[in-house]
């Protein structure tokens, strides 16, 4: 199984510049992520999409969108990019309701930066 | 606001050595408390966790220790060696199965042969 997989892995755009990350998972999970790590933060919580069709704002939203494709897609836009969304991006999914152990698996991140 | 707070930020071990990693939380409604473990150029990936039902829970030479009054949890590496150094995350949310999952800022821990 490949697990959670994220593209592309690295990535340099000019400010003003839009792109979309992209996120697929193959375990069947019903929730998923987007984090962005920079030094010093640790992982924050851009969006989630705790079940297919389903979205929600974590804790640093702005200047973000996201579409829950399917039950195995999550995407990552950025309509206007700008400096301060320079950093590693990771999707992670988790599973929900019975057997799960609360575990998040995540993608080997996507670099980002924005010039 | 930070809900989930880490310390040391960075933490240098002798091999063979105990490293100790704190976090403190803010929230009472915490009821799920993993560690997470990243290598360079990787994604985080769940080392052990604990509820706080326990105060104790050992996996290997990994412990996590909780003090649900003091509203703190820290993560013991006894006998360190050289492939234990990586940066390691504290996290928390309300459950297991919670759409949350907020992390700690991140320990760099580097392990001396």
């Known amino acids: 199984n490949a697990g959670v997989t994220q593209t592309p892995k690295f990535q340099v755009l000019k400010t003003g510049q839009s792109m979309t990350l992209q996120c697929a998972q193959d375990?069947?999970?019903?929730?998923m992520y987007w984090y962005r790590q920079d030094p010093g933060m640790g992982l924050r919580l851009i969006y989630y999409s705790a079940s297919e069709g389903t979205t929600d704002k974590g804790e640093v939203p702005n200047g973000y969108n996201v579409s829950r494709l399917n039950k195995r897609e999550f995407s990552l836009r950025l309509e206007s990019a700008a400096p301060s969304q320079t950093s590693v991006y990771f999707c992670a999914s988790r599973k929900r309701g019975q057997g799960n152990t609360g575990e998040l698996f995540f993608g080997e991140g996507s670099r980002l930066t924005v010039l | 606001q930070q809900q989930v707070k880490q310390s040391p930020q960075s933490l240098i071990v002798q091999k063979g050595g105990i490293s100790i990693i704190n976090c403190a939380y803010e929230?009472?409604?915490?009821?799920?408390f993993p560690w997470y473990q990243q290598f360079p150029g990787k994604g985080p990936a769940l080392l052990i966790a604990i509820r706080p039902d326990v105060s104790e829970k050992k996996e290997g030479r990994f412990t996590i220790s909780f003090n649900k009054s003091a509203k703190q949890f820290s993560l013991h590496i006894m006998d360190s060696q050289p492939g234990d150094s990586a940066t390691y995350f504290c996290?928390?949310?309300?459950?297991?199965?919670?759409?949350?999952?907020?992390f700690g800022s991140g320990t760099r821990l580097s392990i001396r042969p």
């Open positions: 929230n009472t409604a915490f009821d799920y």
């Open positions: 375990m069947n999970h019903n929730s």
């Open positions: 996290a928390a949310s309300r459950d297991s199965s919670a759409s949350k999952i907020i």
